[in-house]
């Protein structure tokens, strides 16, 4: 995820070479890998804020929800075309979606409120 989403690589538990800034900490991973990375490793059952994640993110959402349910909090229409076996339930409608394309239908409802 940090080389995908930040083009960064890992060096140690401390040490993150970044072709923009150089030499970081993890705390300074942007906000979209810290979120997939709680996503990922937090089982506490948390809604997690995938509103400053990016259409990047997509696929890695995707993933983890393979292995886990996700609760997520997401303020625009993410880019979850290239997803397969798309099943998610929209709490905002009500609906379970089961294609990008329901997906896409349902977030439509909601923009319009």
């Known amino acids: 995820m940090i080389k995908d989403i930040d083009k960064s ?3 140690s538990t401390q040490v993150i070479i970044s072709p923009f800034l150089g030499s970081i900490s993890p705390q300074e991973l942007s906000g979209s890998v ?13 809604v997690f804020n995938a509103s400053v994640c990016g259409d990047d993110c997509a696929k890695w959402i995707y993933e983890i929800s393979k292995e886990k349910d996700l609760i997520i909090n997401l303020h ?4 979850f075309s290239s997803c397969n076996e798309f099943n998610a339930f929209i709490v905002n409608t009500h609906k379970f979606v089961k294609s990008y394309d329901e997906y896409l239908d349902e977030a439509m409802k909601i923009e319009k409120r």
């Open 9 to 11: 690589d890992v060096l």
């Open 34 to 46: 810290k979120t997939l990375i709680l996503m990922r490793f937090d089982d506490s059952g948390k």
């Open 76 to 79: 625009h229409t993410m880019g």
